[in-house]
């Protein structure tokens, strides 16, 4: 079932309410809604309605979204969707007789697609882009980074991304605090967990980075006979697994077999720095389509 207008709002509504209560500087940065002929040149582009519904709230402005990135509007100026999907299409063309970029994720290995809508950037030449020619493991309107050389799938969609913006907030991070994009998050879904959630940079554990979301490496091959971790269950729509983790696999990383909802045993890549309740999401390898997410229970 596809995502309605209807569900984007309720879910952008605490997002704004958050910034207006504790950032109205940059509460007071977002633009009014785009105008229909603004939002019709999206649609021209084949962005779905779901996507336009964002636009329909603002039009852009300001580093509103997790992790410092910067809300595109649709048009007008040098930074804007319109105008940065000519750039991605021109860096594209330079680069096209280059070596493919670094995929992770059900995404195309190229340079540059015209389905490939930039919204948001964190004006050093990286993009996040709505994804409109992903793979067929892929999922129309998926969340893609755009990264010197690498695409990435980070977030299935956009009432994905938008959860994640509202939970961090949440939890006391600021949108214009710096996220690295390939690590831990906390595990917000647990209320058992006894991590204190920290309320701001300064008080976050430094062996825990900040969330990459979505797919930080791409499963390891299957092998005959691994020791596998665990079984992942299917919990509110998302194969669940938890892990206990060791003082080193912490410290220092490690790859864990775990088996998928559909049987199959995938070795995926733990980074280190997981404290209890922290979790890792990879889209779409959980099984029978559904995303995996790793949480790790305890540090042993």
Request: hydrophobic share 40%; charged share 25%.
């Amino acid at each position: 079932m596809s995502t309605t207008p209807a569900e984007v709002a309720a879910a952008w509504a605490p997002i704004q309410a958050w910034l207006q209560s504790e950032r109205p500087d940059l509460a007071e940065g977002l633009q009014p809604a785009a105008s229909k002929d603004a939002l019709d040149e999206l649609a021209a582009l084949g962005v779905p309605a779901e996507w336009r519904a964002l636009w329909a709230q603002h039009d852009g402005e300001g580093p509103v979204l997790l992790g410092g990135w910067s809300f595109l509007p649709v048009n007008g100026g040098t930074e804007s969707v319109l105008v940065e999907r000519d750039n991605l299409l021109e860096m594209g063309r330079h680069l096209a007789e280059e070596p493919p970029p670094t995929v992770v994720g059900p995404a195309r290995a190229v340079w540059a697609h015209s389905g490939w809508i930039p919204f948001a950037t964190d004006y050093s030449g990286c993009f996040l882009c709505i994804d409109l020619a992903p793979t067929h493991e892929g999922r129309m309107g998926q969340v893609l980074l755009v990264d010197d050389d690498e695409r990435r799938v980070v977030y299935a969609g956009l009432l994905e991304l938008l959860d994640e913006c509202r939970s961090r907030m949440e939890d006391g991070f600021h949108p214009d605090d710096e996220l690295d994009l390939d690590n831990w998050t906390e595990d917000l879904a647990d209320p058992t967990q006894s991590v204190r959630k920290p309320t701001n940079l300064s008080e976050q554990a430094p062996t825990q980075e900040p969330l990459k979301a979505a797919v930080p490496t791409p499963p390891a091959e299957s092998v005959a006979e691994p020791e596998v971790r665990g079984a992942a269950e299917l919990i509110d729509g998302v194969a669940r697994l938890e892990l206990v983790l060791t003082g080193v696999e912490q410290a220092e990383g490690t790859t864990a077999f775990v088996r998928s909802l559909d049987d199959n045993i995938l070795g995926v890549r733990i980074p280190k720095g997981g404290c209890a309740g922290a979790r890792l999401r990879f889209p779409g390898l959980g099984g029978a389509g559904h995303d995996l997410l790793l949480v790790v229970e305890a540090v042993r």
